[in-house]
């Protein structure tokens, strides 16, 4: 009842947008097509992708030009990896002045700014918004001792406390089964930090730390709140139950709003910093989790997103909660308050064909540059095969101890062979995620296919032969996250109707179809590459048995 109600307030709130936009046009504003000019930041976890778009009520989300920059990510041995908040602020102003700069778009023609963003990480900060500590990385793993002490104790199911299990599962649709989830996190700085504890008002993800920052105003979308697993959804709110199970102080966290609720608007100090006019509308957005599936226009239940970012996953529009305890995927709320978004992922995809292209020193390469280096490889890389656990895994298996491997390496390979090979390998891994969620939800034959590596034609061809599926790539795929944003501010300002109105709006570049020969080659090895976890745990736990920490 409580999740109806959700719905049907979002529905009123949708209702009211477009009455008032009739009234605009009824008012007379310029007889023309009402369209508005924002920016979308969408925060990765190594740099910032700040993106003018254009949305309309006619023709949707038209992506005009952007900015980026990089921040540094912290690896400080032990597991631990960190960032500094600041850094991302800095990259925010920083792009934003150089956007507008450039493009000419004076400042007050910019009317509304939202986020994609990195998600499941703790920023701790007081009751100014001010971090108390650098934030604590998704990819963070050193809360093994948090996780241990709650989930390993008593009647156990997978080595978890059965009942704890069942808890999680009835109140989010999910469950926080990994050490690498935040909550963890926020308890080890309770456990080793107890003067920033104690100073603790808000412990924040990414996003929530910049739009504070911009307004002033704690508020965490829905989509972030659901992935802490301290989130009722069937309720709609924090759960009081999960806080108390974990020892997380309610006082903590944030008020929660909607993917397209207006947080605030832009105080005097961070419009200056930003270069931006004061008073511009700020809206929550949302994780890149939940807005990839919404620019790449997957809306629909049995809608599939392949993302291959610096981390990857698979993901399915579903119409209801499901958890795979087995192979570690679950339910997460997403950007539409009437869907869900069922997530396997993958913690290296894209960083793992950075990491090859650097150790066998190629010069920095664009794709098209990539596609050529690799083209004359034929698919299976003459037998080899890699392993994309790069920072331990998640999905299907839970993991901190599993890492990267080439297999079956001889004296004739060359280094094309090893960079086509880790390609490969990332697309085994999607494959094998992708068929442990069909085990529960029907999908629809062809997948969408996002983030940066979808820009190479070449790895979408090797990815549609590694499926057996046909692959449509988008306009824009590396910003997928940013027009998902925009979208949802279009969404806000009543210019368009619904968010499943989006799906119509995104634009298919390309459709790669599997190539038979192709994708006999790749049956016959992904046996063996699911087959190299299993035969190489306890050696991953022998050499890696601390979580890592070397």
């Given at each position: 009842m409580q999740r109806a109600n959700i719905v049907l307030d979002y529905k009123i709130r949708l209702e009211y947008n477009i009455l008032q936009r009739q009234v605009n046009y009824d008012q007379g504003e310029g007889g023309a097509e009402m369209s508005y000019q924002v920016i979308a930041y969408d925060v990765g976890t190594t740099g910032i992708k700040t993106c003018l778009f254009q949305i309309s009520a006619e023709k949707s989300v038209r992506f005009l030009s952007s900015e980026v920059a990089d921040y540094s990510l912290q690896m400080l041995g032990g597991g631990v990896i960190e960032q500094d908040p600041e850094e991302w602020w800095t990259a925010m102003g920083r792009t934003t002045r150089r956007l507008l700069e450039r493009t000419g778009v004076p400042k007050e023609e910019i009317k509304g700014i939202s986020f994609c963003s990195q998600m499941q990480n703790v920023v701790m900060v007081d009751r100014q918004g001010r971090p108390l500590r650098p934030c604590i990385s998704w990819l963070d793993t050193r809360a093994d001792l948090q996780f241990s002490r709650c989930m390993n104790t008593g009647l156990k199911v997978e080595g978890m406390n059965i009942f704890k299990v069942l808890k999680f599962l009835r109140i989010t649709g999910a469950g926080s089964f990994g050490s690498k989830d935040p909550v963890w996190k926020y308890l080890w700085v309770r456990d080793n930090e107890p003067e920033i504890f104690r100073k603790t008002w808000k412990w924040l993800d990414a996003k929530e730390y910049l739009s504070c920052r911009a307004t002033g105003v704690m508020k965490a979308s829905r989509d972030v709140a659901g992935a802490t697993f301290l989130y009722d959804v069937k309720r709609g709110c924090w759960s009081e139950e999960l806080c108390r199970m974990t020892g997380v102080e309610m006082g903590h966290l944030p008020e929660l709003c909607g993917s397209t609720d207006q947080v605030g608007r832009l105080l005097p100090q961070a419009a200056a910093e930003l270069g931006l006019a004061e008073g511009t509308p700020v809206f929550a957005g949302g994780t890149?989790?939940?807005?990839?599936?919404?620019?790449?226009?997957?809306?629909?239940?049995?809608?599939?997103?392949?993302?291959?970012?610096?981390?990857?996953?698979?993901?399915?529009?579903?119409?209801?909660?499901?958890?795979?305890i087995g192979n570690l995927i679950g339910t997460l709320p997403g950007a539409d308050p009437a869907a869900y978004n069922y997530v396997a992922e993958v913690d290296t995809s894209g960083k793992c064909m950075e990491w090859v292209k650097d150790r066998i020193d190629l010069p920095d390469m664009s794709y098209g540059e990539l596609d050529a280096y690799i083209r004359d490889v034929p698919a299976g890389s003459g037998g080899v095969i890699f392993s994309p656990w790069m920072n331990g895994n998640r999905c299907p298996f839970e993991d901190a101890n599993a890492r990267g491997m080439f297999f079956n390496l001889d004296?004739?390979?060359?280094?094309?062979?090893?960079?086509?090979?880790?390609?490969?390998?990332?697309?085994?891994?999607?494959?094998?995620?992708?068929?442990?969620?069909?085990?529960?939800?029907?999908?629809?034959?062809?997948?969408?296919?996002?983030?940066?590596?979808?820009?190479?034609?070449?790895?979408?061809?090797?990815?549609?032969?590694?499926?057996?599926?046909?692959?449509?790539?988008?306009?824009?795929?590396?910003?997928?996250?940013?027009?998902?944003?925009a979208a949802l501010m279009a969404v806000g300002f009543g210019l368009l109707p619904d968010i499943k109105d989006i799906k119509s709006m995104i634009r298919v570049h390309a459709v790669y179809q599997p190539n038979p020969q192709s994708v006999q080659v790749y049956d016959r090895m992904f046996p063996v590459f699911k087959g190299l976890y299993k035969n190489n745990k306890q050696a991953y736990a022998a050499l890696n048995g601390d979580g890592g920490k070397r």
């Open positions: 890149d989790v939940s807005l990839c599936q919404v620019g790449g226009g997957c809306m629909e239940p049995g809608d599939v997103n392949v993302y291959s970012g610096t981390s990857g996953w698979v993901e399915t529009t579903v119409d209801r909660l499901h958890t795979d004296l004739n390979v060359r280094g094309r062979d090893l960079v086509k090979a880790v390609i490969e390998g990332v697309c085994m891994h999607m494959r094998w995620l992708l068929e442990a969620s069909e085990t529960t939800f029907k999908t629809r034959p062809a997948v969408r296919f996002t983030g940066g590596s979808a820009i190479s034609p070449v790895i979408c061809q090797i990815l549609a032969d590694v499926l057996n599926r046909p692959v449509e790539a988008v306009e824009n795929p590396r910003l997928v996250g940013a027009a998902g944003a």
